[in-house]
């Protein structure tokens, strides 16, 4: 099926079903409910969040509560914890991106080939996907990288090499290797689906024309993969962006703020400190930053529409 | 086709296979291991893999009563929101699939934009407005919101797998004069429960997950499993063994359900995109 022929159908079922609706009438009160739901939850809290940002508003002590313009921005822009805090977003969302990807085409291409199991590795490989962000926090910070009792420390002394301290020396390389472990499953549940679409008898294809291994991966399966791979990209940054309960239950988002992003900064302002304006303002911020990134995500995720 | 292979690759494939999956998914295996430990076997690397195995402390965590307080909660709250966004969602989704307007695009797009609102940019007003409503630490307030966050996606994957069903079949039933409620009881559910399914499972495993809201607005009536294993994160005294057991007991229903539907998670992951 060529996509002219797909396309002309698709507009001839389109001319059908515009003719349909109409004579069966409209079916917006269907649609409505969810519209309404989405509607105010996105609408409400968003105006309250802006509104907020402009006030000095504590809830300890709420006699204060007056408007103050940008004052809180300016706050907000001059001190240095919102630069560290955005930073350390963007390297969880870089790294883990990173991490992800590139683990995931190196696992999938491993587990693409034939061997015994199989089957059975490629369900087992997602595993990580679906063990809640406080389990695999805990796991990894305990069992496995805890400088006197895990089990990383005890091998490297077998090794002869010194344990390390890994949160507080390194919390943020610490927290982006826990959180991609969690999302290498993701992205292997997605490069997995994809690849398996790939024809195998382009590659057969190819290996007879004398393509080498490494030629089939850059000039088959990569252009293959490509699409998919924007989309694990964008998906993950909307994720990964909020992260929280991985530094909630590590780190704390210390030492000092080394390890704060932009959701633990306004955790902290909002229900540790009680300042509402300060918290809406980092919430703001950070619904603008997402919006940003939605933007791009929702042309790429259009393209593939079929309507 | 596949077997071209020699032998010799196929083994390596094997081995390499297996090596990367057994790494991976190794953070799992130690705490599994480590639940059926003793709590000074847990902290000594002399009892790694060589342990007298125990059950105890499955029984400790089950016995803290309000272990099966969390459980529950994470049953009730994640099943409650699933339904509530399935029965929101199921309407616009056959409208949208099947009787698409010029407004269809947009709508679907606008949807799918909600998803992208970081939770913690709302958190203050929830937290303000759930205060002045009672809804703090309750079930019904961790419902709706996580029914807010899965209902895009409810609608998207339904969406994505109606589009696959032939408009004829529920055009026929219209023609034999069935009305919406008939064409939804005797067509479109019976043909879509393997989409109902695999909707609900996908939204089932996210609220389980979802560890923001309830760490945030749950203390001990409405906490689930996520909030209260944030609890073992406090340092005094190391209680590995049991935060295993602990562990175990709240990833096993969630990784079962994915290792079963995994091939059809995809579509409401990537919102209709990879299939």
């Known amino acids: 099926m060529n996509s002219t022929s797909s396309a002309v159908q698709h507009g001839i079922a389109q001319m059908e079903s515009s003719t349909r609706a109409e004579s069966i009438g409209p079916k917006t009160y269907l649609v409505a409910p969810s519209v309404a739901v989405l509607l105010v939850w996105i609408t409400v809290p968003t105006v309250m969040t802006f509104w907020f940002s402009f006030q000095h508003y504590n809830l300890v002590n709420t006699a204060g509560r007056e408007f103050i313009g940008f004052a809180n921005y300016l706050y907000f822009f001059s001190s240095s914890s919102l630069t560290i805090a955005a930073l350390n977003s963007i390297y969880v969302v870089l790294g883990v991106i990173a991490i992800t990807v590139c683990l995931g085409i190196g696992l999938v291409l491993l587990l693409d080939r034939d061997f015994t199991g199989a089957r059975i590795a490629r369900v087992l490989a997602i595993s990580p996907f679906f063990v809640m962000p406080t389990v695999a926090a805990l796991i990894w910070k305990n069992l496995l990288l805890d400088p006197v009792n895990g089990l990383l420390a005890t091998v490297l002394g077998l090794v002869g090499l010194p344990a390390v301290d890994w949160f507080g020396t390194f919390p943020m390389f610490s927290i982006i290797v826990i959180i991609a472990w969690q999302w290498i499953g993701f992205s292997t549940l997605i490069l997995l689906t994809a690849l398996q679409s790939l024809d195998h008898e382009l590659k057969e294809a190819a290996a007879m024309d004398g393509a080498g291994a490494f030629a089939t991966f850059r000039f088959i399966v990569l252009p293959h993969l490509a699409r998919p791979i924007g989309i694990i990209v964008m998906i993950e940054t909307i994720f990964l962006l909020s992260v929280f309960a991985e530094i909630f239950v590590t780190t704390s988002g210390g030492p000092g703020l080394a390890s704060t992003n932009l959701s633990f900064l306004i955790y902290v302002q909002a229900l540790l400190r009680f300042d509402v304006g300060l918290a809406s303002t980092g919430g703001v911020i950070s619904i603008i930053l997402a919006n940003v990134v939605a933007y791009f995500l929702a042309k790429t995720v259009s393209r593939s529409l079929e309507i | ?275």
């Open chain 2, 1 to 275: 086709m596949e077997k071209r292979g020699t032998s010799s690759s196929t083994v390596l494939n094997f081995i390499a296979g297996w090596a990367a999956v057994i790494l991976l998914i190794f953070p799992i295996i130690w705490m599994f291991l480590t639940s059926f430990k003793t709590e000074i076997d847990a902290l000594s690397p002399e009892a790694s893999l060589i342990f007298q195995p125990t059950l105890d402390n499955y029984r400790t965590v089950l016995a803290r009563s309000n272990y099966l307080t969390f459980a529950l909660n994470s049953v009730y709250t994640s099943v409650a929101a699933t339904l509530l966004a399935l029965l929101v969602g199921f309407p616009a989704a056959y409208s949208m699939a099947f009787l698409p307007t010029a407004k269809t695009r947009q709508t679907l797009l606008w949807i799918l934009s909600t998803k992208m609102m970081p939770p913690v940019g709302v958190l203050v007003p929830i937290y303000i407005l759930y205060r002045d409503m009672g809804l703090i630490d309750s079930h019904l307030g961790l419902i709706l919101l996580f029914m807010f966050a899965n209902l895009p996606i409810v609608v998207w994957m339904l969406y994505s797998f109606f589009r696959d069903i032939p408009r004829d079949i529920l055009e026929a039933a219209r023609i034999d004069g069935a009305g919406l409620w008939e064409e939804f009881r005797y067509v479109l559910i019976p043909l879509s429960g393997p989409a109902l399914a695999s909707t609900a499972l996908l939204s089932i495993i996210l609220c389980w997950n979802e560890a923001f809201w309830s760490i945030n607005l749950t203390t001990t009536k409405a906490a689930t499993l996520a909030a209260f294993i944030a609890t073992y994160s406090a340092p005094q005294g190391l209680f590995w063994a049991k935060l295993s057991a602990a562990a175990v007991l709240a990833i096993a229903p969630v990784l079962v359900m994915g290792w079963i539907g995994q091939r059809h998670l995809v579509r409401g992951l990537t919102f209709g995109a990879v299939k």
